[in-house]
């Protein structure tokens, strides 16, 4: 895996809580399709807006992401996904299972993460907070808070894979030809 770093994004519920937030790995493969899903989203133009339905999302599975309330690992979360939209933006969505509430973060423009993906120190946790990064922010902010709180809990690790997602069900995306992929990053 190339320039794997970890991505912490808040999470919104309606019952509150500041710190549920979802944890997923990106590389620089998981950028690329951030970018390729968003080529398979039509434009909203004057002719598509005049009709009932018009797709301006794409959504596709999360399978690795970690879904957490503060350091406990949220293992009842449905539907673990990312959301593309036309206008060049990404999010995380779930369904808690016991509750059925919603659970979305708030959206990030996918060049901004490039941008950030590939300027920023290999391997440097992203803290996305309210759509904005919080990495730089000072600590006295409520954004300097909210990542020096994720910081505190002693439990929060990397997953052990990548967090991939994949468009068709049992069908693993496919390798670029000669790339070597561990066995441990291969999804099942």
């Not at 990404?90 to 490039?114: N, Q």
């Not at 990397?158 to 670029?176: K, Y």
Request: aromatic share 6%; with cysteine.
């Amino acid at each position: 895996m190339n320039n794997a770093r970890q991505v912490i994004m808040q999470v919104v519920k309606r019952s509150g809580g500041a710190t549920h937030s979802v944890h997923f790995v990106i590389d620089d493969s998981f950028v690329d399709r951030l970018r390729q899903l968003r080529s398979l989203v039509p434009p909203i133009t004057g002719i598509n807006r005049q009709r009932d339905l018009v797709i301006d999302k794409v959504r596709v599975r999360l399978p690795n992401g970690v879904w957490r309330n503060g350091a406990q690992v949220e293992s009842h979360i449905e539907g673990s996904c990312v959301v593309v939209a036309a206008e060049g933006l990404f999010s995380c969505g779930g369904k808690d299972g016991k509750t059925r509430e919603k659970l979305v973060t708030y959206a990030f423009p996918i060049t901004r993460l490039a941008e950030l993906h590939a300027e920023r120190p290999t391997g440097e946790t992203f803290y996305l907070r309210d759509g904005a990064f919080c990495n730089d922010e000072p600590a006295s902010s409520p954004a300097g808070r909210w990542v020096a709180l994720l910081h505190g809990f002693d439990e929060m690790r990397v997953p052990e894979a990548a967090s991939d997602f994949d468009t068709l069900q049992g069908i693993p995306l496919r390798a670029e030809q000669g790339a070597h992929i561990p066995h441990s990053l291969r999804l099942n």
